[in-house]
C-alpha cells in the first residue's frame, strides 16, 4: 500500500496567492455575481495551449483545480481517517491505466454528498458521502469512478474546448512569473465554473462503467458503486446535502440504468468481498475521535439499503435485479 497520507503537506502544497474562500459547494461555485467566467476564453485550444500535457504540466494545472476544491471546503482533520481513504484509493488506482501518477486522496470537511477529481491524480470525497456509504467496496467504486475521470482527462479536456488564451511552455517550472501566475490564477477560474457545472454527461457515464470495472479489478464486489448510486436515489431528492450533486450529475436512477450494460461480464465477480467490517470499523474510530462531526452526521448505513443488503450477500438484490432486467430484455 501507498505511504502514509498527510492532509497538512496536501493542503500546503495545494496552497494558492488568492485568498482561499470557506463555505459550501453550491455557494462557492455559484457564480460569479452574475457574470459567468467564460472557460472559452482561457487557452487558445487544446493544442496550441497544451499539446500533449506532460505529467508535469497536468499536476500544475491540477494543483491549481484541487486548490479551488480545498478553497471551498477544507480536508477533515484526521490523519488516520486520511490514511485509510488514501490506501483504499491508492491500490484502487494501481489497477487503473495511469498507475505511475502521483495520485493523492482527500476526505473534505463538508455534509454535501459529492466526489471530486482535479488532473494530475487529485481525488476527493466528502464525509457527507462517505457516511451513506455502507462498505470499503462502495467506497473503492466512487474513488474508482474519480480515478477515471482523471484517467481520461474529462477535466483537461472540458477547460481545453474553445480555448483563447495561451499557456506558457514552461509552466511545469518551479519558478513562474507574473504573467504565468495571472494566467494559472485564470485557469483556476476556469475549474471553479467547471465544478460549478458539472462535466458532460457522457464523460460521468463513461467514469461510472470504468469505474465499476476498476474497483472489479482491485478485488472488490462489483456491485459498490451501483449500491451507492441506489442509495443516493432513495434519498429525499429535497435534501440540501444533495443539491449540488443533482445540479452537476446525472439522476442516480438513470446511471444505473446505464451501468447496467456493463455487468453482464462482471456477475462472475459478484462474490468478490465488500470488506464492511472493516470500513465501518474506521468509521466508528473517527467518529469517536470526533472528526465526522456536523449537522447530520451520522453514519446512515445501519438504515441504508446498501446495509441491508450487505447484512445478507453483498449486493445480492441489486445484482438480481440487474440479471434479471438483462434477461426480460433478450
Not at 480555448?163 to 485557469?187: P, S, Y
Not at 460521468?204 to 449500491?227: F, K, N, Q
Amino acid at each position: 500500500m501507498a505511504a502514509a497520507f498527510k492532509p497538512l503537506l496536501l493542503a500546503a502544497a495545494l496552497a494558492v496567492s488568492a485568498a482561499a474562500v470557506a463555505g459550501p459547494f453550491d455557494k462557492m461555485f455559484g457564480g460569479n455575481g452574475g457574470n459567468e467566467i467564460d472557460l472559452g476564453g482561457l487557452l487558445k485550444s487544446a493544442k496550441e495551449a497544451f499539446g500533449e500535457v506532460q505529467p508535469e504540466q497536468e499536476r500544475t494545472i491540477g494543483r491549481e483545480a484541487a486548490a479551488v476544491l480545498l478553497g471551498a471546503v477544507p480536508l477533515v482533520k484526521d490523519d488516520a481517517l486520511q490514511r485509510y481513504v488514501n490506501r483504499v484509493g491508492r491500490w484502487v488506482a494501481l489497477q487503473t491505466e495511469r498507475p505511475d501518477i502521483d495520485w493523492r486522496f482527500g476526505l473534505l470537511d463538508s455534509m454535501d454528498v459529492n466526489a471530486f477529481a482535479a488532473p494530475g491524480g487529485y481525488v476527493f470525497v466528502t464525509k457527507g458521502l462517505l457516511l451513506r456509504m455502507g462498505s470499503e467496496a462502495e467506497l473503492a467504486g466512487v474513488l474508482a469512478h474519480e480515478c477515471s475521470h482523471v484517467v481520461r482527462k474529462h477535466h483537461l479536456q472540458a477547460v481545453q474546448k474553445g480555448a483563447r488564451l495561451d499557456l506558457a511552455v514552461g509552466l511545469a517550472g518551479t519558478r513562474m512569473g507574473g504573467e504565468d501566475r495571472a494566467k494559472l490564477d485564470k485557469i483556476a477560474g476556469g475549474f471553479k465554473e467547471l465544478y460549478a457545472r458539472g462535466l458532460d454527461k457522457n464523460d460521468e457515464h463513461e467514469a461510472d462503467r470504468m469505474g465499476v470495472v476498476i474497483a472489479t479489478r482491485a478485488g472488490y464486489d462489483p456491485y459498490g458503486l451501483p449500491a451507492t448510486l441506489q442509495t443516493l436515489g432513495a434519498m429525499n431528492p429535497k435534501d440540501g446535502s444533495l443539491a449540488f450533486l443533482f445540479k452537476t450529475h446525472p439522476a442516480p436512477g438513470q446511471r444505473l440504468d446505464l451501468i447496467d450494460a456493463v455487468f453482464a461480464p462482471l456477475d462472475a465477480y459478484a462474490g468478490q468481498p465488500s470488506v464492511k467490517d472493516r470500513f465501518l470499523r474506521e468509521v466508528a474510530a473517527a467518529q469517536k475521535r470526533g472528526s465526522l462531526e456536523g449537522d447530520g452526521a451520522t453514519l446512515h448505513a445501519a438504515v441504508s439499503p446498501a446495509a441491508e443488503r450487505h447484512q445478507q450477500r453483498p449486493l445480492q438484490a441489486l445484482a438480481e435485479r440487474l440479471k434479471q432486467r438483462r434477461q426480460e430484455e433478450h
